[in-house]
């Protein structure tokens, strides 16, 4: 089935404390991008990826690091957790031609930072 | 600079109504543009896209969203609302640098 996962699907941690979220896509997409989502401010953009090892930032960077080191995999890094980056957060991938053609998103991964 | 205004953070409609969501954006280029929707607790599917072709779009759904130009406007209609379209309704705009760009999201909220 083709599918965008995302883990932990929930997470509660402490401020100060590293973490990552993974991101995994089975379609073979070039483009993968991370969003938060906010209640009254949408979803805004913190990183995409064009392919393997081309990363570019979006809206909403400070706080975060992304890498793709495969074209499978696109991992969100919070070196640093701050209470302001709790959020819903959302993985999603398209084929060649990026955001202008439909994007799948993943189910989302909940973060509370405390 | 690009952005994606939704008129009605909530929108409330009979079961069998017309469902009208607003979208205005603005861009310095030619947008795409496109609706999508998250049902709860659920990530978002792409309901429908402008790409500079036909400026009435139509969608999954029986949902449509007609492009004009001169108003800066994208508005997503449906005929007659079912209780499955209660969700959550994004309108977003991409570009050719490879950003995009959500509006602030309407609920839907449809009632027996």
């Known amino acids: 089935e083709a599918q965008v996962t995302q883990n932990p699907r929930y997470l509660i941690t402490v401020t100060g404390k590293k973490l990552t979220v993974t991101c995994s896509q089975n379609?073979?997409?070039?483009?993968m991008s991370w969003y938060r989502q906010d209640p009254g401010l949408g979803l805004r953009q913190i990183y995409y990826s064009m392919n393997v090892e081309v990363t570019d930032k979006g809206d909403v960077p400070e706080g975060y690091k992304v890498s793709r080191k495969e074209k499978r995999n696109f991992p969100l890094i919070l070196e640093s957790p701050s209470p302001n980056q709790t959020s819903l957060y959302f993985c999603?991938?398209?084929?060649?031609?990026?955001?202008?053609?439909?994007?799948?998103f993943g189910p989302g991964t909940r973060l509370t930072v405390t | 600079a690009q952005s994606v205004t939704q008129l009605g953070s909530h929108v409330s409609v009979s079961e069998g109504a017309l469902v009208l969501l607003r979208c205005n954006y603005s861009?310095?280029?030619?947008?795409?543009l496109f609706w999508y929707v998250q049902y709860p607790n659920q990530g978002l599917q792409l309901l429908l896209k402008y790409t500079s072709a036909a400026t009435l779009v139509k969608g999954i759904n029986g949902f449509e969203a007609e492009f004009k130009k001169s108003e800066t406007s994208f508005h997503l209609t449906k005929p007659s609302a079912h209780m499955s379209d209660a969700a959550e309704y994004f309108c977003?705009?991409?570009?050719?640098?490879?950003?995009?760009?959500f509006g602030s999201g309407t609920k839907l909220n449809v009632k027996p």
């Open positions: 999603a991938s398209s084929t060649t031609g990026g955001p202008l053609v439909e994007q799948y």
């Open positions: 977003a705009v991409g570009n050719n640098f490879n950003k995009f760009y």
């Open positions: 379609m073979n997409h070039e483009y």
């Open positions: 861009s310095s280029v030619p947008p795409y």
